[in-house]
């Protein structure tokens, strides 16, 4: 996307040592933390020697304005001229701008235009998969936009002290501005699968073991009533915990995706060798097909669980919330009433544009009781984006029913009436194209190497949880889905035969069983 020209500011001195910073919302004229990077000519990125960094690609240095701020800048005719952007979550216009500063001090002022206030909409929004300490995280959570947040203060063990005394939520400060956020935390991320266990009121205390099934922890975990969320619907164990109600969410905006980039990742196509599953290619959409077929797969074997997303900030270089849920918990909300409403499903995930969906006036998370006679139910799907949309569509039981028509812009519905008679489940998804970046920027500094290299990506999308639509009391079984599960559950038994200690087998063998029959069940 192209930028304007210029601005000088207006001062008198030729050598430049100080820029006043001054972001606030457009609309309100108030100061509202915001994520800056400032990058003078020779593309070195400028940042506060007191800000809470947040890096971005290989090569990105953005740092947290709380509204004001004050920078050194180098003196000499390389920052003359500085490359500013700001941007704060999903719900603003980034913004872009050359700044000339002249003078010993120059002062300017970042109007962020709101393109959306998805409150007045009822909704509030966080995320599941947060690497870093209530601290660290109050600032990035404030300049993201984002309602609560959480700590995976566990990490295959511990990761940030924490003390068992204090309260489970805790509301953290920064520059006056205060976000609720758990700290007891933990994620589990061995070979069975990433599950992250939000809400525990005591932190965690179990040693590391990459034998042990998650299924012990998850039996604990839901004991204490956390909120349990998979990193995928491809993970190894995430079929037989949600056989077993040990899962509410399914990430679907997982951190394949990060801010201008996504994790190629086919190779968790098929993690436990199933004959006859698909294997996804190397590409974004490639990629969100993996996420959405797998979780469909698991709705289609009569398994309500929401759609999630989480970013893996701190872990990965992405900004806290990239991928999340927005959800809607009624008005005002603490963080357990936003956790409760997140797992009855009352909620779409996103990385991008805002997605609605209606099915006879019922939202996500709603259920539909039907008689055994047929019935028409209207369908209507919205998105509303920032960026181009590409797609719209309602899904029913994982087939695309309809799909908007020749969208042209940021805005597109879709309306359609389907005569239902069997059990289904109802969501929508949309898809569209980030065009702020030029190509030369994307393929320049957001491509990295490592264990599992990153590569430029335009793709943004959002997923709604279903409505879920019962006739005479039973919800949706799709046999090639059922068929599918078995013959995961099968594998699933060999691998936790290679891969469990002894001492969990008895568990392992007694949950496979119950596993089967609830698949089974009528």
Same mark, same amino acid.
């Given at each position: 996307?192209?930028w304007?020209?210029p601005?000088?500011?207006?001062?008198?001195?030729?050598?430049?040592?100080?820029?006043?910073?001054t972001?606030?919302d457009?609309?309100?004229?108030?100061?509202?933390?915001?994520?800056?990077?400032?990058?003078?000519?020779?593309?070195?990125?400028?940042?506060?020697?007191?800000a809470?960094?947040?890096?971005?690609?290989?090569? &990105?240095?953005?740092?947290v304005?709380?509204? $004001?701020?004050s920078?050194?800048?180098?003196?000499?005719?390389?920052? $003359?001229?500085?490359?500013?952007?700001?941007?704060?979550?999903?719900?603003?216009r980034?913004?872009?701008?050359r700044?000339?500063?002249?003078?010993?001090?120059?002062?300017?002022?970042?109007?962020?235009?709101?393109?959306?206030?998805?409150?007045?909409?009822?909704?509030?929004?966080g995320?599941?998969?947060?690497?870093?300490?209530?601290e660290? !995280?109050?600032?990035q959570?404030?300049?993201?936009?984002?309602?609560?947040?959480?700590?995976l203060?566990w990490?295959?063990?511990?990761k940030?002290?924490?003390?068992?005394?204090?309260?489970?939520v805790?509301?953290?400060?920064?520059?006056?501005?205060r976000?609720?956020?758990?700290?007891?935390?933990?994620?589990?991320?061995?070979?069975?699968?990433?599950?992250?266990? !939000?809400?525990?009121?005591? =932190?965690? &205390?179990?040693?590391?073991d990459?034998?042990?099934?998650?299924?012990?922890?998850?039996?604990?975990?839901?004991?204490?009533?956390?909120?349990?969320?998979?990193?995928?619907?491809?993970?190894?164990?995430?079929?037989? &915990?949600?056989?077993?109600?040990?899962?509410?969410?399914?990430?679907?905006?997982?951190?394949?995706?990060?801010?201008?980039?996504?994790?190629?990742?086919?190779?968790?196509?098929?993690l436990?060798?199933?004959?006859?599953?698909?294997?996804?290619? &190397?590409?974004?959409?490639?990629?969100m097909?993996?996420?959405?077929?797998?979780y469909?797969? %698991?709705?289609?074997?009569?398994?309500?669980?929401?759609?999630?997303?989480?970013?893996?900030?701190?872990?990965?270089?992405?900004?806290?919330?990239?991928?999340?849920?927005?959800?809607?918990?009624?008005?005002?909300?603490?963080? =357990?009433?936003?956790?409760?409403?997140?797992?009855?499903?009352?909620?779409?995930?996103?990385?991008?544009?805002?997605?609605?969906?209606?099915?006879d006036?019922?939202?996500?998370?709603d259920?539909?009781?039907?008689?055994?006679?047929?019935?028409e139910?209207?369908?209507?799907a919205?998105?509303?984006?920032e960026?181009?949309?590409?797609?719209?569509?309602?899904?029913?039981?994982?087939s695309?029913?309809?799909?908007?028509d020749?969208?042209?812009?940021?805005?597109?519905?879709?309306?359609?009436?389907?005569?239902?008679?069997?059990?289904?489940?109802?969501?929508?998804?949309?898809?569209?194209?980030?065009?702020? %970046?030029?190509?030369?920027e994307?393929?320049?500094?957001?491509a990295?190497?490592?264990? %599992? =290299?990153?590569?430029?990506?335009?793709?943004?999308f959002?997923?709604?949880? =279903?409505?879920?639509?019962?006739?005479?009391?039973?919800?949706? $079984?799709?046999?090639?889905?059922?068929a599918e599960?078995?013959?995961?559950?099968?594998?699933?038994?060999?691998?936790?035969?290679?891969q469990?200690?002894?001492?969990?087998?008895?568990?392992?063998?007694?949950?496979?069983?119950?596993?089967?029959?609830?698949?089974?069940?009528p």
């Amino acid at each position: 996307m192209s930028w304007s020209g210029p601005v000088r500011a207006e001062s008198q001195p030729a050598n430049p040592s100080r820029l006043d910073l001054t972001v606030v919302d457009a609309d309100s004229g108030e100061p509202v933390h915001a994520r800056v990077r400032l990058r003078d000519t020779r593309g070195c990125d400028i940042v506060p020697a007191d800000a809470t960094v947040v890096n971005i690609g290989a090569r &990105d240095r953005w740092f947290v304005c709380s509204g $004001r701020c004050s920078i050194e800048l180098p003196v000499g005719t390389d920052a $003359r001229t500085l490359d500013v952007r700001v941007e704060r979550g999903t719900e603003y216009r980034p913004y872009r701008q050359r700044l000339e500063p002249a003078g010993e001090r120059t002062e300017h002022v970042v109007r962020l235009q709101r393109w959306i206030n998805m409150r007045q909409h009822g909704y509030v929004c966080g995320e599941n998969h947060l690497h870093a300490s209530a601290e660290e !995280l109050a600032p990035q959570l404030l300049a993201e936009g984002l309602d609560f947040g959480t700590s995976l203060q566990w990490w295959n063990g511990p990761k940030y002290e924490v003390q068992a005394a204090a309260p489970c939520v805790q509301s953290v400060e920064s520059a006056g501005r205060r976000v609720p956020i758990s700290i007891y935390d933990y994620e589990l991320e061995h070979d069975w699968g990433a599950a992250y266990v !939000l809400g525990l009121p005591q =932190p965690l &205390d179990a040693p590391s073991d990459a034998r042990r099934p998650n299924l012990p922890l998850l039996r604990q975990a839901r004991a204490a009533s956390a909120l349990i969320c998979y990193q995928g619907g491809w993970s190894r164990e995430v079929l037989l &915990d949600a056989l077993l109600g040990l899962v509410d969410v399914v990430n679907v905006c997982n951190n394949n995706f990060h801010r201008h980039q996504f994790q190629p990742r086919s190779n968790y196509s098929n993690l436990l060798n199933v004959p006859g599953l698909p294997t996804y290619p &190397d590409t974004p959409e490639g990629m969100m097909q993996m996420n959405t077929d797998t979780y469909y797969r %698991l709705l289609n074997c009569g398994l309500r669980l929401a759609a999630g997303a989480g970013s893996a900030k701190g872990a990965k270089n992405t900004p806290a919330g990239y991928n999340r849920a927005y959800v809607r918990a009624g008005e005002n909300p603490d963080l =357990p009433a936003f956790w409760a409403a997140w797992r009855a499903g009352r909620n779409f995930v996103t990385n991008g544009p805002m997605l609605f969906l209606q099915v006879d006036g019922r939202q996500p998370g709603d259920e539909i009781a039907l008689a055994g006679s047929p019935v028409e139910l209207t369908i209507r799907a919205q998105a509303l984006s920032e960026q181009p949309l590409t797609s719209l569509e309602i899904v029913i039981n994982g087939s695309v029913v309809a799909r908007a028509d020749d969208i042209k812009g940021d805005r597109a519905e879709v309306v359609t009436r389907w005569w239902v008679s069997e059990p289904c489940w109802i969501a929508a998804r949309c898809t569209e194209r980030d065009d702020w %970046l030029s190509d030369s920027e994307l393929a320049a500094g957001h491509a990295y190497g490592g264990r %599992l =290299p990153c590569r430029p990506c335009r793709l943004r999308f959002a997923h709604t949880s =279903p409505v879920y639509v019962t006739v005479d009391g039973r919800g949706v $079984r799709v046999p090639a889905a059922v068929a599918e599960a078995s013959r995961m559950l099968d594998a699933f038994e060999t691998f936790a035969r290679n891969q469990a200690a002894p001492a969990y087998l008895e568990e392992i063998t007694a949950a496979l069983a119950d596993a089967r029959r609830r698949l089974l069940e009528p």
